[in-house]
């Protein structure tokens, strides 16, 4: 079945640090992925998505790129603040029918 | 400017209790879904509903069951509870399509001893 491959966590980096999580995937199909992302005592909001291969979704400076040959999601940031500490997790939805499919989470901890 | 309303917050049971956890959404989506989070696990979809009077089993169903008589409403039982479900829970919902956003409740956490 399908399935998404976080980078295990928790990563702590330094406030104006670049961030790189890596996200993969395996599908049988033309998935769309998304990054969602959970602040301490609160549910899942999504942070951005790409529904076919070479998009790059975009949201309050994260960004991703859909790469269909690596298998691929990575989440990527040029300057983290410490109010970006979270959870963070990929995800996928096979056909847009079908309920998504999460990651395990990476924990991601920015000190001033 | 409600969203996805989930009840109770917090709850503690004794094994082989009962409850019914409850989901309202005032959005008019048509697809809702029961999630657990779990240290190291991520998130596992329990059950989901495509539409009121529909329910479907997701990745790890056993224990509990679901009802959504309503559209607006999406409930989550658990006839016998169990330390082993102990955990987070998180209802969603999205409209016809899921390539759209999913839009999640605040959770309920609850411990079973």
């Known amino acids: 079945g399908d399935s998404v491959t976080q980078m295990e966590g928790p990563v702590t980096l330094s406030e104006e640090a670049f961030l790189t999580i890596n996200c993969t995937y395996t599908?049988?199909?033309?998935?769309?992925l998304f990054w969602y992302v959970q602040y301490p005592g609160e549910g899942l909001q999504l942070l951005l998505k790409?529904?076919?291969?070479?998009d790059k979704g975009s949201n309050k400076g994260f960004e991703a790129t859909y790469r269909k040959e690596t298998t691929s999601f990575h989440l990527e940031k040029g300057s983290v603040q410490v109010s970006d500490s979270a959870v963070y997790f990929c995800a996928l939805t096979e056909s847009g029918n079908t309920p998504l499919v999460f990651g395990k989470g990476t924990r991601l901890s920015v000190i001033a | 400017n409600a969203g996805v309303t989930q009840t109770p917050k917090f709850r503690v049971l004794k094994t082989g209790q009962s409850m019914t956890l409850l989901c309202a959404q005032d959005m008019n989506h048509e697809y809702m879904y029961w999630y657990r989070q779990d240290p190291g696990m991520g998130l596992r979809l329990i059950h989901y509903s495509v539409g009121e009077g529909t329910t479907a089993k997701g990745e790890v169903p056993d224990g509990y069951n679901v009802s959504r008589l309503k559209k607006q409403n999406f409930l989550l039982g658990l006839e016998s509870a169990a330390p082993s479900q102990t955990s987070v829970y998180f209802c969603?919902?999205?409209?016809?399509?899921?390539?759209?956003?999913?839009?999640f409740g605040q959770g309920t956490r609850l411990t079973v001893v």
């Open positions: 790409a529904t076919k291969a070479d």
């Open positions: 969603a919902s999205s409209p016809h399509n899921m390539n759209t956003e999913a839009f």
């Open positions: 599908a049988t199909g033309y998935p769309s």
